[in-house]
C-alpha cells in the first residue's frame, strides 16, 4: 500500500488546490483531488449529486473515493471541504500526515468570493460558511497532525510551512525555492 506523503483538509477556499499543486511540485510527487475522482466516476458535477442523490449519498461516494486514493495514490492528495464530517472517512485518516489548512471568513471571502455553484453555501454563504466552520473546526482539528495557517501567507509560503511541519524538507530539498527566498527576505 502506497498512501499520500500529505493529505490537505480544510474549507472551501482554504487553498487546498493551490497548495496541493505547488507541493506537489516541491516533492516532485503527483498531485490528487478526491472531488474531481468522484466527479470522474460518477461522470457528473458534485453539485448535481447533492441536489439528486442528497448529501449522506455524495458522502458515502467520498468515504469510497477517500479510501480508493489513500491505497494508491502516494503523493500529494486534497479532500473536499467536508469529507471530515464522515466517520468512516475520519477513521481511515487516522495516523496519517493530514494538514489542516485554516482560513478565515474574510479571507475566504476575498479568494472564492463564495459565490461559486457550492451546494451547502447557496443560501447566504457568509453565515452558512461561519457556521460550517464553528461545525468543522474540531473535526479538521481532530484529523490533522499539523494545523497551518494560511493568512498573510501567499500559496507557496503555506507550502514551506507544510514541508516544515511534516519534517518533509529534506524529501523536497533543503533549500526553498529562490521565488519563497525572496518573499522572506
Ligand atoms: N494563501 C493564499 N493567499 C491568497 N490567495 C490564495 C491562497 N491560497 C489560495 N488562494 C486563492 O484562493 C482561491 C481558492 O483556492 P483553492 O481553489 O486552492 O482553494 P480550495 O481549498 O481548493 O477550495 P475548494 O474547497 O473550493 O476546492 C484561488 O484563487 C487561489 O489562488
Ligand atoms: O464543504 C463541503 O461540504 C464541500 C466542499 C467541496 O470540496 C465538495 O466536496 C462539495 O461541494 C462539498
Ligand atoms: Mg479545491
Known amino acids: 500500500m502506497t498512501s ?8 472551501p477556499g482554504a487553498g487546498k488546490s493551490t497548495v496541493g499543486a505547488l507541493l506537489a511540485d516541491r516533492l516532485g ?5 478526491t472531488d474531481a475522482d468522484i466527479v470522474a466516476t460518477a461522470g457528473r458535477p458534485i453539485a448535481e449529486i447533492f441536489i439528486d ?19 494508491s495514490h502516494p503523493g500529494v492528495l486534497s479532500l473536499g471541504g467536508g469529507a471530515i ?9 487516522a495516523g496519517l500526515p493530514v494538514v489542516f489548512l485554516d482560513v478565515q471568513l474574510a479571507d475566504a471571502v476575498k479568494r472564492v468570493g463564495l459565490d461559486a455553484p457550492r451546494p451547502l453555501l447557496a443560501v447566504n454563504p457568509r ?7 464553528e461545525r468543522r473546526r474540531p473535526l479538521y ?6 494545523v497551518i495557517s494560511t493568512a498573510e501567507r501567499t500559496p507557496a509560503q503555506v507550502a514551506e510551512a507544510i514541508l516544515d511541519a511534516l519534517e518533509l524538507r529534506q524529501a523536497a530539498g533543503q533549500t526553498p525555492p529562490a521565488a519563497h527566498r525572496e518573499e522572506q527576505a
Open 85 to 93: 464530517l464522515d466517520d468512516g472517512t475520519r477513521k481511515l485518516l
Open 29 to 33: 510527487v503527483g498531485y490528487r483531488d
Open 141 to 146: 482539528t481532530e484529523v490533522a497532525r499539523a
Open 127 to 133: 453565515k452558512q460558511w461561519r457556521e460550517l466552520m
Open 53 to 71: 442523490e442528497g448529501e449522506p449519498h455524495f458522502r458515502a461516494l467520498e468515504r469510497t473515493a477517500v479510501r480508493d486514493a489513500l491505497e
Open 4 to 11: 499520500p506523503l500529505v493529505v490537505l483538509v480544510g474549507p
